[in-house]
């Protein structure tokens, strides 16, 4: 099992930044790649960025070159930098957890972390 706990949303202006966090606990060795998704009221939930155990990052368009992921293993903490913001990036972003050994393939969610972006 693993336990995940975002932390690090609230609400800022537009072209501000905020620093999301996300901390692991449980069964950590076992966790592959790292994400982060968001959703937002009223639509489905979006994949943001995905970080793979290797340290591969991959983003959605929509947000390349203004939002980061990085991972310490160390410390077993995800992060996400976000950078000029936009109302549009107002959303509840959740902190996923891939886990593919020993099998079934697993994934486990946090509990989410409001970002409100105000124009």
């Known amino acids: 099992q693993v336990q995940l706990v975002e932390s690090g949303g609230g609400l800022v202006q537009a072209g501000g930044s905020l620093r999301l966090s996300c901390a692991a606990s449980g069964s950590t060795n076992s966790i592959s790649t790292m994400g982060w998704y968001r959703q937002a009221p009223g639509k489905q939930r979006e994949r943001v960025a995905i970080?793979?155990?290797?340290?591969?990052?991959t983003y959605a368009d929509s947000v390349k070159g203004r939002f980061t992921i990085s991972r310490d293993s160390a410390e077993n903490t995800l992060y996400l930098q976000m950078n000029s913001l936009k109302p549009e990036d107002t959303a509840v972003y959740y902190c996923n957890a891939l886990v593919v050994a020993p099998p079934p393939i697993r994934y486990y969610w946090g509990q989410g972390t409001q970002v409100t972006v105000s124009s």
């Open positions: 970080i793979t155990s290797g340290g591969t990052t």
